[in-house]
């Protein structure tokens, strides 16, 4: 019987230790499959989601409600189309961007992308878009072209040129004074900083409304001084830009009441 109960022994599983790895097992099995479903419902919502807003966005363009072809577009004085740098270089789309923004009434564009894509390709936009100017005085009164459009083109170099303009004239005029009369304090506030920028000519518009083309949702480092008010939109990927989802993004910004603290 001892002989038996050892081969019995030696043909069974290697007793608590084996359960606890085939249990890690199972749950690292249920996990993954746990994981997958969660996948395939997002990934689902996603696609439902995109089919939806496509669908709307082609019903917007043939006029469906009604409500979209009343824009109060005045609102939008200024915009700003702000792009990825990689999708910058679609300049095909970037000039069948503008020329919608023509037909809904907008006279006043900025286009900024960070690496200054758009800049090497300003030839060639004011060329193909049809009475297209571009915008020189960034610190002056804001001339509506009313035949065509008005081009504004930046990118992040712009930014950090007008950041060390600022802080040398703030140096020059501001601090040395302060340190001439004895005041050792030297806190920078927001108006000296605007007033600095103003001061070197990099002041710049305050666009009302900016619609960014890219895979994120952020401004890929427009200049932060020009957006304190600013309404910002993220309308995805430049590729997959549709007139409808223009019109829709345009309209509710026109619909929104802004309050302007102190």
């Given at each position: 019987?001892?002989?038996l109960h050892h081969f019995h022994l030696s043909n069974s599983p290697l007793g608590p230790m084996s359960i606890k790895v085939e249990l890690q097992k199972i749950g690292i099995l249920g996990l993954q499959l746990i994981w997958h479903f969660l996948h395939f419902i997002v990934s689902a919502s996603y696609f439902v989601v995109g089919i939806a807003t496509t669908l709307e966005s082609y019903l917007i363009s043939w006029g469906f409600p009604c409500k979209y072809k009343h824009l109060n577009i005045d609102r939008v004085q200024y915009l700003a189309i702000v792009v990825e740098s990689d999708e910058a270089y679609n300049t095909l789309k970037i000039i069948e961007l503008l020329e919608w923004l023509i037909s809904l009434g907008i006279r006043s564009v900025c286009l900024y992308d960070a690496e200054g894509v758009l800049k090497q390709s300003k030839e060639i936009i004011l060329k193909k878009v049809k009475n297209a100017s571009e915008f020189q005085g960034?610190?002056?009164?804001?001339?509506l072209n009313k035949k065509g459009i008005t081009l504004e083109f930046i990118s992040a170099s712009d930014g950090k040129?007008?950041?060390a303009r600022a802080a040398n004239f703030l140096l020059q005029n501001k601090w040395r004074k302060t340190n001439m009369s004895g005041d050792q304090k030297q806190c920078l506030s927001e108006s000296q900083m605007t007033e600095a920028?103003?001061?070197?000519?990099?002041?710049?518009?305050?666009p009302d409304l900016i619609l960014v083309y890219g895979p994120t949702r952020c401004h890929f480092g427009f200049p932060a001084w020009r957006i304190r008010y600013t309404e910002i939109l993220h309308m995805g990927p430049l590729k997959s830009m549709l007139y409808g989802s223009l019109l829709k993004a345009i309209y509710k910004f026109t619909m929104v009441q802004q309050n302007y603290g102190k």
């Open positions: 019987m001892s002989l960034i610190d002056e009164p804001l001339q040129e007008a950041i920028l103003k001061a070197v000519g990099c002041g710049g518009l305050d």
